[in-house]
C-alpha cells in the first residue's frame, strides 16, 4: 500500500500499528521511505487535491 501512494501514517493506521512500528516495518522489507514529493507533478497534484478540499 506504501508504495502505491499511500501516506506512511495512513498505512501505519490500517496496519493498526505506530509510525514508528511502520518505518521499522518498511526498512526491514527493503522498501525505501519516502519523505515529500518526489516529482514536480506530484507536488502539483497534491495542491489541486488541496485547493479541491478548500471549496467544499
Not at 3 to 20: F, Q, R, T
Amino acid at each position: 500500500m506504501y508504495k502505491e501512494g499511500y501516506s506512511l501514517g495512513k498505512v501505519a493506521e490500517i496496519a493498526d500499528v505506530d509510525y514508528e512500528e511502520m518505518k521499522q516495518i518498511l526498512v526491514k522489507s527493503g522498501i525505501e521511505i519516502r519523505r515529500g514529493v518526489e516529482t514536480v507533478e506530484e507536488l502539483e497534484e497534491g495542491a489541486k487535491m488541496l485547493r479541491s478540499l478548500r471549496m467544499k
